[in-house]
Structure formats: structure tokens, C-alpha cells
Nanobody
């Protein structure tokens, strides 16, 4: 079991920045990849960025250059730095932890944090 607690969401004007944090606890040694997803009203949840235990990063093409994912292994925390925010970035952002145990995948989710970008 993995528990994820997100923080850092809020209201920001277009062009501003926010940093989201996600602290993991529990079976953290089994985590392969941590990532951020978002879901806007009426839309499907989509990948924002992910980072593996080895530090490899993956971003949604549309967000490259504005968003940066990083992790602090000592704090078991992953961050999402969001710059040059746009109103279309408004969504609930979810932290995800993906585990691979005996060739079976498991996904854990945080409770979500609201990001609202005003124009």
C-alpha cells in the first residue's frame, strides 16, 4: 500500500507559477514511477508528467517547456513546477504512484488538488 498526499494547488493568474508536491508513504520501496495527471471538467484524466525511480522523465507534448517534474528521494516527494500557466491548465491535479510487483502493475492515487488559472 502507498499513501499519497498532495499539496500546493490554488488560484493563480495567467502567466503565474505554482509548485505541486506529493509526499509518498507506505511501500515506497516498490514504487517504479511517480507522476502527475490532471482532469478538467468534462474531460478525461490525462498524463502531465512522470518520473521513474531512475530519474527518467516523460511529459505531455503540449506541456514541455512549461512544466518540470522532479523528485526528492530522501523526502519521498515528487514535485511539479508549473510556469507560464494558462487558463486551460485549470484542472484537478492528481499524484500517481505506479508499482510493478511480480510483473503485475498497481496504481495508487492522491486525493487531487485543484489548480485554477484565471485569465
Amino acid at each position: 500500500q502507498v499513501q499519497l498526499v498532495e499539496s500546493g494547488g490554488g488560484l493563480v493568474q495567467a502567466g503565474g507559477s505554482l509548485r505541486l508536491s506529493c509526499a509518498a508513504s507506505g511501500s515506497i520501496f516498490s514504487i517504479n514511477t511517480m507522476g502527475w495527471y490532471r482532469q478538467a471538467p468534462g474531460k478525461q484524466r490525462e498524463l502531465v508528467a512522470a518520473i521513474t525511480s531512475g530519474g527518467s522523465r516523460n511529459y505531455a507534448d503540449s506541456l514541455k517547456g512549461r512544466f518540470t517534474i522532479s523528485r526528492d528521494n530522501a523526502k519521498n516527494t515528487v514535485y511539479l513546477q508549473m510556469n507560464s500557466l494558462k487558463p486551460e491548465d485549470t484542472a484537478v491535479y492528481y499524484c500517481n504512484a505506479h508499482l510493478e510487483i511480480f510483473a503485475k502493475g498497481y496504481d495508487y492515487w492522491g486525493q487531487g488538488t485543484q489548480v485554477t488559472v484565471s485569465s
